[in-house]
């Protein structure tokens, strides 16, 4: 330990004597250890930080699929997940949820909160309870039932001031008035980032066609995702006889991290990669720089070599030089991580889940000591090695003469800036590949025009708006209202925009030619919109004609307009879509194609399009409507 703190002074001593030296080194680590710290610390808040809740690893996402739908994920039916929970012999428990927004009324003053619908077994599959006040019952979750909520401890917090006497109150949504039965913990976000739990209060057979609901369960100890899987195959399977679309849907289930975040694992780990590269970059230019500088010391490696120091000795002394660089590199580049981190997590994209939390834990400190350690012995080995070799009649006389490297001290130098070299090759290939990757995204043609675009949305509450007619005067009104600001070029209300999603339908041509059975019949993207929708969102008309202010308002006089793939995938190449019927389903009213629109991408710039409609809003008259202005 002597002979440490010893080494430790000196080296502390011959650093200062040379200041440009010593910070160029301990700005390269710091830089290098700072990224890694950086992206580490998101690493670990997105992938390694448990889920907070007991065993978080019994958590699964359950969901169905349809293959021949051409949908990975169709979101859960009801009807198909009661038997999933009555008859599995795999799950402690299963709970639903689906997506919902309220209204809140409070003191004259109106906010719009999200909210999720919920099974009444949602808390306790999670393991959570309330803080205060009581869970959803059972009774609770019946349909008609009474209704009740609970609070979000952020809504509690921010908009009731954590009063404590809130449980038994009321509250109005959506012009109804609910009764709050218990306030939720903070980890309660994880359940559609909702401020509002509300039973969902549906019955088993009431929507045997509507998929669109979430799915956790908690294994059993011991249980596998694979044996899951299997346990609620067998249960949809022995289904088919009563419900024929269970030939079509596949219950299945995922590590729920996997489902919530498994779409930014590839990147997080080729930015470890990248910024791993950049660290090693840095030990070996230092390396370079360490090795170049015992040139200079050559002399005093002789005389030590000569006095009777051993090679262990001489790569100590260096070892200890290279630790306390590190050392100092780590600490910039712990607290320069640190502020880039901060940075980073606050600038997230929104479809980072809310309940995920960025802090630094353990295992960030344990990487970065890692870090440290390893830019060590990465950095120094090399010089403290060559070093370690010197003769010191040789050394004493080299240093005596010239300051030339020697043969062997230039093919570890040549070394390492080929190394160098090649690794920043590699970094330079793959973020040209990344701009390329990025221009030609930024280069696809969407289908509209979002430059000056501003959307939003209003939900209507269901107690005044319960009857599409009322629906359709008070959006047709608003829509009016908007297209008369100042400013407004055009106005129009839809059901969803671009890159946003979809409404799934079924959809089939009058007197098209049978299917082969093995080729899929893809669900279409079905959208609502109001006549002035096409110009509001710069979509293009390829033949025949759009909305106008009659379409869709006798049954009748249904008319549908549809996008190229719809006109690829569901009509011969020889027939004109225009004046051609379709339907959704078997038994709903024909729609008459009255034109066909350029495509327009609803799932990502780099997905593949998907055949879609359009219907007039007087048609559907929707209650909850995105207005779209231009």
């Known amino acids: 330990m002597n002979t440490l703190l010893q080494d430790i002074r000196y080296t502390v001593r011959t650093l200062l004597k040379q200041p440009g030296y010593t910070v160029i080194v301990v700005g390269m680590l710091g830089l290098g250890i700072a990224a890694n710290t950086a992206i580490f610390s998101l690493f670990n808040g997105l992938f390694l930080r448990p889920l907070p809740f007991p065993e978080p690893e019994r958590l699964v996402n359950f969901d169905e699929r349809a293959p021949s739908w051409e949908l990975e994920y169709t979101g859960n039916n009801y009807t198909d997940f009661h038997p999933w929970r009555e008859e599995n012999s795999t799950f ?4 639903v949820w689906g997506g919902a927004a309220y209204n809140l009324s409070l003191e004259g003053v109106a906010e719009r909160v999200e909210a999720a619908v919920v099974t009444h077994d949602m808390a306790e599959v999670l393991g959570i309870q309330p803080l205060l006040g009581r869970d959803i019952t059972a009774e609770d979750d019946m349909p008609g039932a009474p209704g009740v ?14 009063d404590p006497d809130l449980v038994g109150t009321t509250l109005r949504l959506d012009g109804e008035t609910y009764e709050i039965i218990g306030i939720l913990p903070e980890e309660a976000l994880f359940v559609g980032e909702a401020e509002v739990w509300a039973p969902l209060q549906l019955d088993v057979e009431a929507n045997p066609w509507s998929w669109y609901l979430n ?12 044996q899951a899987q299997q346990d609620l195959e067998r249960i949809h399977k022995n289904r088919i006889e009563t419900r024929e679309v269970n030939e079509v849907t596949f219950p299945t289930v995922e590590p729920i991290l996997e489902r ?3 779409e930014f694992r590839l990147g997080f780990l080729a930015l470890l990669g990248a910024v791993g590269l950049v660290l090693l970059i840095a030990c070996a230019n230092i390396a370079g720089l360490m090795l170049a500088r015992s040139l200079a010391r050559g002399r005093e490696m002789g005389i030590r070599v000569a006095l009777g120091a051993g090679r262990r000795r001489i790569v100590r002394q260096l070892l200890t030089e290279s630790l306390v660089l590190s050392t100092a590199g780590g600490i910039v580049g712990a607290l320069l991580g640190y502020g880039l981190f901060k940075i980073i997590a606050v600038t997230m994209p929104e479809d980072v889940p809310r309940w995920i939390s960025f802090h ?7 990487f970065t000591f890692g870090l440290v350690a390893s830019a060590a012995v990465v950095a120094g080995l090399a010089p403290a090695f060559q070093a370690s070799r010197a003769n010191p009649g040789v050394a004493l006389q080299d240093a005596s003469h010239r300051s030339t490297a020697t043969g062997g001290r230039r093919r570890v130098l040549s070394v390492l800036v080929v190394g160098e070299v090649a690794l920043a090759l590699v970094l330079l290939v793959v973020a040209g590949l990344s701009i390329r990757d990025f221009q030609a995204l930024q280069a696809v043609d969407p289908g509209f025009r979002p430059e000056g675009v501003l959307t939003f949305r209003v939900d209507l509450p269901g107690a005044d708006y319960a009857e599409a007619e009322a629906r359709l005067q008070f959006l047709e009104a608003y829509d009016e209202r908007l297209g008369a600001l100042p400013g407004v070029e055009v106005s129009a209300v839809a059901n969803v925009v671009p890159l946003a999603g979809h409404w799934g339908m079924g959809f089939q041509v009058e007197n098209a030619p049978p299917r082969d059975p093995d080729e899929p019949t893809p669900i279409i993207l079905n959208r609502v919109a109001s006549p002035g929708y096409f110009q509001a969102m710069g979509v293009t008309l390829q033949s025949g004609r759009l909305f106008t202010e009659t379409d869709g308002r006798e049954e009748g ?4 307009v549809v996008n190229e793939t719809a006109v690829r995938r569901f009509f011969p190449p020889d027939q004109d879509p225009i004046g051609a019927r379709a339907r959704y389903s078997d038994g709903s009213p024909w729609m008459t194609v009255v034109g066909v629109t350029r495509d327009v991408k609803h799932y990502g710039l780099e997905e ?23």
């Open 557 to 560: 006089n249904w008319v549908v």
């Open 608 to 630: 593949e399009m998907r055949p879609g409609v359009y219907i007039p809003l007087a048609q559907y008259p929707i209650d909850s409507p995105i207005f779209v202005v231009r």
């Open 260 to 262: 919530s975040l498994g």
């Open 215 to 226: 799915g956790v369960g908690r294994l059993k100890p011991g249980v596998t995702v694979q």
């Open 360 to 366: 630094t834990d353990v295992r960030v400190v344990l």
């Open 92 to 95: 402690e428990g299963m709970a």
């Open 149 to 162: 909520v609970l609070l979000g401890h952020d809504l509690w917090q921010n908009r009731f001031g954590g």
